[in-house]
Nanobody, 115 residues
Framework: QVQLVESGGGLVQAGGSLRLACAAS??????MAWYRQAPGKLRELVARITRSGNTNYADAVKGRFTIARDLTKNTVDLQMNSLEPDDTATYYC???????????WGQGTQVTVTS
């Protein structure tokens, strides 16, 4: 059974940094990513990384956020710098299960940025 364990959310002032971590287990994973959902808004992609290390970012976070992956540990981290109040949201870890060909989501971790 695939399990995702997220950590690292919290409260930070604008301009600060946070690092989110997600550990996946139970399968082989294709893409890994972080999404976020703010109150009253749709869930949106923040950053995505393939097994080969190719990345893509939402325009709103380019230059401020960095996604990184460890294939041996099945982890994906999101380093978030220069945080802004608009970054406030629940952040979700996402993986694509290569074996079962299904999407798996974490439980979400709250990030709150105060001005």
């Amino acid at each position: 059974q695939v399990q995702l364990v997220e950590s690292g959310g919290g409260l930070v002032q604008a301009g600060g940094s946070l690092r989110l971590a997600c550990a996946a287990s139970g399968s082989i994973f294709l893409d890994m990513a972080w999404y976020r959902q703010a109150p009253g808004k749709l869930r949106e992609l923040v950053a995505r990384i393939t097994r080969s290390g190719n990345t893509n970012y939402a325009d709103a976070v380019k230059g401020r956020f960095t996604i990184a992956r460890d294939l041996t540990k099945n982890t994906v981290d999101l380093q978030m710098n220069s945080l802004e109040p608009d970054d406030t949201a629940t952040y979700y870890c996402y993986v694509r299960d290569l074996v079962k060909k299904q999407d798996v989501w974490g439980q979400g971790t709250q990030v709150t940025v105060t001005s």
